[in-house]
């Protein structure tokens, strides 16, 4: 024993330099293997033997690790150890130090060795094993569980990794404060390394039903789920020295830390024996949640969700009972910190779970002869949502219960209520209302993160929408806190007065009669001082701050970001007052209150511009005005927002600024007095020369929004200025900075197009030619650079060559330009990139054909650039690229711009190829585009038909006589059913779908046919036939009009 305890100590975290002597200690026949087998007789020697296996597992950063077979052998051992059962010979703290061991060498491969469980049968043992774990030693339970747990066959869904919230711009999508990291504790060189220091088991909870106060009453107030049966039978008391135990991080590694105790620590009595035994077997289970969570870090997220139903409860038939999972152990388990590990592993199970649950339907047809997967997973959310709340109520342990709410913050943010029956959130929002005053600052900031989850969840809901306009004292009648929840309702006159609170009290416009307490409460929780009965235990406040503790304030501020965004129309009532709020947060020295007023400032300013885009469906009375707009902007201007901007200490700061600054709606800015017009302009300019990446790439963002502004995109200076800040940009070092540079300059070129379709034309005349030609080799220069950089180059390339007046290009130092600018689309066309790339360059190439001054036609790019277009239309596997490649193929107006006759046949041949191809595709994605495509392709064969000249028709003919009957029954589909809008504009109407095929008929009628060639009657006759059977099958009467006599 002696030796074997002394060899744990010496390869503590040595793993990587015992090597040479691995085969003697793990191969076969090795001592290890030896003394760590199930036939090895003294328990004792068994247990010193795996821990020093556990210990040779336990990784060095920078070192290499044990190698694979040696892993595999490891595992093997752990896993086999995990499965025996107790033998009468080995006594219960002996047995529960060996399943420790083992379960902390298994944690350490897949957290060091990164060890990947890809066999079925290999993570199913270790699953059944990990479940048996969780439950050692739970009073009253005894499970039996198979050596192999085996996933359920899931639907097949798109198996795309969810995306994370926070990798856009703004980052008030998520949560970022109080977060505590885990602690990483330095491991000590203890002869063992094993047991933590036992839990005091005051922090422990009974059992047994306990009456008094830390017994919480589980039907008062707003606990309006009532527990089912199954759940009802499991004991649901709280202790009450439980809001003692301070559990800081459930996993930390400090949990294996041998602390060394003798046995004079312990009574002698059989109760002290019994206390010792709880407290080994909790750390057991903590020890198996623990390995449970590495192995969720370690194996893909559809594979877990095979597992789903093992450890996420289900909701239970009637009269059989509770199934054991996760919920189990929070709501039975007498160790708060056990409950708080459980918690800890649902929410990673929880977490990137919404593409999985977004197949949740919630029906009550019970007639189905089985139970769709689909309903089942409706059921295990809905069950998970009873348990947590049940857990809400009966826990007492201020940790746990930040866990709790947590755990339902992550379920919120994931489960599809959308498809989902109503009262979900509704019980989950009435009854956090009292935690937002509990003397607990942890619970008060996650149960404002909980609130955040359900408004910005699927928003906007209907649901939330009606629990947003509750009454205040709606719910609040169980809080237990002595002072009101809510200040009285002229709570906003204690703060601090502005000059434009009470004009904005008479403008603001009218609202629902009832006021929105959570945008009062969370307003009052950023300007307000804080109240007394809440100051208890406020870590994270600053000493003799008046205010509520910072991540409360931070977490208001992002509630008030997500209202915002998915509920303006509720927020917009008071934006005055958050315009207050901003201006306060602006001013106060905290970079990060700042920062969030800065968010909030954005995602209101979009609120506005999203409410007067042309296609928002917010009635104009509903809207704000724009008086009050331009009145809260200049309040913006007036205030603190330029001192951010040139706050280059904090550049986060300064660039959120900017992107505030870019929210500002057009109409409110032309409106703006102009000298804070001029502020806002120059400020922008100057921050572009900026040394910080993020200011830089937020402020060619913001330019790039500014361009657009009508007010400002005839002013040939500012677009000119602008020109050249976006040109300096894109010569960045910086791959985000040249991404919203080229992001920017495509929005300035589209500036040149609408300036060009003008009547006046100054503007043309006024702009640098030479700025022009520096514009063209930047953007070719950019065409080259990296997908995110490119797909906007060529957008600006084809608005630039669009925009060339014939001045420019007679020149001899455009002609060659032009030409470059043009293979790069080509070439860009035909490369293996993104889509989005492709189908931007199509759209340019589309764009270069609309300039009458270029030589389309006569120019060596023409059969180029028709080349590539012809190939992408009949081959590309994407189809919005191939509907936009057929769209630029029906640009050119004249037949001369189709060049030779050969080139006019190859292009008429590919659109009828590509249209008999038009339903050949493996992706089933791209099925849903086959009629825009063939609606686009029919339109770009009537054009060319419509410009044919007399030596295109016998390629015509040919091909007709080939596939005329499958060209023939498209045309009629195109005249007979309307298509979606798609990205090529708005589909043509009938009338006009019908007129394109008079007008080819007629134009060919109309050509001149060569000598004893019947190509053009055989083609009329297939028009006409058209026509016929059209006007036929719709009942019409209208004649054709002597066509036909013709």
């Known amino acids: 024993m002696q030796i074997l305890q002394a060899l744990a100590a010496l390869v503590y975290c040595n793993g990587s ?3 040479k002597y691995l085969p003697d200690l793990l191969g076969k026949g090795g001592i290890l293997m030896k003394l760590s087998d199930l036939a090895q007789s003294d328990p004792e020697v068994r247990r010193a033997a795996v821990h020093c296996m556990a210990n040779l597992c336990l990784s060095v950063p920078g070192q290499p690790y044990l190698e694979e077979p040696y892993q595999n052998i490891c595992f093997q051992a752990f896993l086999t150890t995990l499965q025996a059962p107790k033998s009468s010979a080995i006594d ?3 047995f529960c130090m060996l399943l420790q061991n083992s379960l902390k060498g298994i944690q350490s491969l897949l957290n060091g060795g990164k060890m990947k469980l890809t066999q079925t049968d290999e993570l199913g043992a270790l699953l059944a094993v990990l479940k048996k774990s969780m439950f050692h030693g739970l009073p009253g339970l005894n499970i039996e569980m198979p050596t192999v747990l085996y996933p359920t066959p899931l639907p097949q ?8 919230p926070q990798q856009s711009e703004s980052s008030s999508s998520r949560p970022t404060v109080n977060k505590k990291k885990k602690s990483k504790v330095k491991p000590k060189k203890i002869q063992q390394g094993e047991e933590e220091e036992e839990e005091e088991s005051s922090g422990e909870r009974e059992v047994a039903p306990v009456s008094g106060s830390g017994r919480r009453n589980l039907h008062k107030g707003d606990a309006q789920c009532a527990p089912s049966q199954g759940v009802q039978s499991l004991p649901l008391a709280a202790s009450g020295a439980a809001g003692k135990d301070r559990v800081s991080s459930p996993f930390s590694p400090s949990s294996w830390k041998r602390v ?13 024996m019994q206390s010792k035994v709880r407290s080994y077997q909790a750390k ?4 198996a949640l623990a390995c449970f969570l590495s192995t969720i870090k370690s194996i893909e997220k559809k594979v877990l969700y095979g597992y789903w139903s093992a450890f996420v409860p289900d909701t239970p038939e009637l009269g059989s009972p509770q199934s054991v999972s996760l919920m189990t152990l929070t709501l039975k388990d007498p160790s708060p910190k056990t409950r708080a590990c459980a918690l800890q592993v649902l929410s990673a199970i929880l977490e990137g779970s919404k593409q999985f649950l977004s197949i949740a339907e919630d029906t009550s047809d019970h007639r189905r002869a089985f139970t769709p997967f689909s309903v089942m997973v409706a059921s295990s959310i809905k069950e998970l949502h009873r348990c947590l709340l049940l857990a809400l109520v009966a826990e007492s342990s201020s940790q746990t219960l930040t866990q709790i709410i947590k755990c339902l913050a992550n379920l919120v943010s994931n489960s599809p209520y959308n498809r989902l029956k109503l009262s979900l959130l509704t019980k989950v929002w009435n009854q956090i209302k009292p935690y937002i005053r509990h003397k607990d600052v942890n619970v008060r900031v996650s149960s404002l993160t909980l609130l955040g989850a359900i408004v910005s969840t699927h928003a906007p809901l209907p649901e939330v929408q009606l629990l947003l306009q509750q009454p205040c004292s709606s719910g609040l009648s169980n809080s237990s806190s002595s002072t009101p929840l809510f200040s009285p309702p002229d709570w906003w006159k204690k703060a601090p007065a502005g000059p434009f609170l009470e004009e904005a009290s008479v403008n603001t416009l009218k609202g629902s009669s009832e006021p929105c307490w959570l945008i009062r409460l969370c307003i009052s929780i950023v300007v307000l001082p804080k109240e007394d009965s809440c100051s208890g235990s406020d870590a994270g406040s600053a000493g003799g701050s008046t205010y509520e503790p910072f991540p409360m304030r931070l977490e208001a501020l992002q509630v008030l970001a997500h209202l915002a965004r998915g509920y303006f129309s509720t927020t917009q009532v008071y934006l005055m007052e958050l315009g207050e709020v901003i201006c306060k947060c602006l001013g106060e020295a905290d970079p990060a209150v700042q920062l969030h007023g ?3 400032l954005e995602e209101l300013g979009s609120g506005l511009i999203q409410q007067y885009k042309p296609d928002s469906n917010i009635a104009p009375s509903q809207r704000v005005p724009v008086a009050l707009v331009v009145m ?23 660039a959120s600024a900017c992107d505030a600054l870019s929210s500002i709606l057009p109409e409110a800015f032309s409106n703006l007095p102009s000298d804070r017009q001029i502020l806002c302009i120059t400020m922008l300019l100057g921050l572009n020369d900026s040394k910080n990446r993020l200011v830089k790439a937020a402020t060619s963002r913001a330019l790039g929004v500014y361009v657009l502004f009508p007010c400002l995109r005839q002013d040939v200076i500012f677009v000119a200025d602008t020109a050249n800040a976006i040109l300096m940009s894109l010569q960045d070092k910086s791959l985000n900075v040249r991404a919203k540079a080229a992001w920017s300059l495509g929005n300035l070129t589209d500036t040149l197009i609408v300036n060009m379709e003008t009547p006046d034309p100054s503007f043309q005349e006024e702009f640098s030619g030479l700025l022009l030609l520096k514009m063209l080799q930047s953007a070719i220069e950019a065409s080259k650079d990296k997908d995110k950089v490119k797909s906007n180059a060529v957008r600006a390339l084809g608005n630039l060559l669009h925009f060339l007046q014939p001045s420019h290009i007679e020149k001899p130092r455009f002609a060659e330009i032009i030409e470059e600018a043009i293979q790069a689309l080509i070439s860009t066309i035909l490369i293996e990139a993104a ?16 300039n009458p001054a270029l030589p389309l036609g006569t120019a060596p790019w023409t059969s180029q650039a028709y080349n590539a277009l012809t190939s992408v239309v009949t081959s590309c596997k994407n189809f919005k690229v191939r509907i936009r490649s057929a769209a630029a193929l029906s640009i050119p107006g004249k037949r001369e711009h189709y060049g030779s006759v050969d080139q006019y046949a190859q292009i008429w041949n590919a659109l009828v190829t590509a249209l008999q191809k038009s339903e050949d595709t493996t992706d089933f994605l791209e099925f849903k585009y086959c009629a825009s495509l063939r609606t686009q392709i029919c339109q770009a064969l009537l054009h060319l038909l419509s410009v044919a000249s007399a030596s295109d028709l016998s390629c015509i003919k040919e091909t007709l006589e080939l596939n005329g009957d499958m060209v023939q029954s498209y045309i009629l589909q195109f005249l007979k059913s309307g298509t979606e809008r798609d990205d090529t504009g708005a589909p043509p109407s009938p009338q006009e779908r019908d007129q394109m095929v008079r007008t080819a008929l007629e134009h060919i009628s109309s050509v001149q046919a060569l000598a004893g060639d019947t190509s053009k009657r055989a083609i009329m006759g297939f028009l006409e036939d058209i026509l016929t059977v059209y006007f036929d099958s719709s009942g019409s009467q209208v004649a054709l009009l002597g066509l036909t006599s013709r």
């Open 157 to 164: 869904y798109d198996g795309l990794p969810p995306i994370k």
């Open 632 to 654: 809260f902007w200049t309040m913006m201007l007036n205030g603190p927002l330029p001192r951010a901007l040139q706050n280059s200490e904090h550049p986060t700061l300064q």
């Open 92 to 94: 219960d703290i002996t």
């Open 835 to 850: 889509m989005k790339v492709r189908w931007n360059a199509c759209y340019a190439v589309g764009n270069v054909f609309k």
């Open 260 to 272: 060394s105790s003798s046995e004079s620590d312990y009574s002698d009595a059989e109760g002290g």
């Open 17 to 19: 330099k015992c090597q």
């Open 598 to 600: 800065a968010k909030l």
């Open 284 to 287: 057991v289970r903590q020890g």
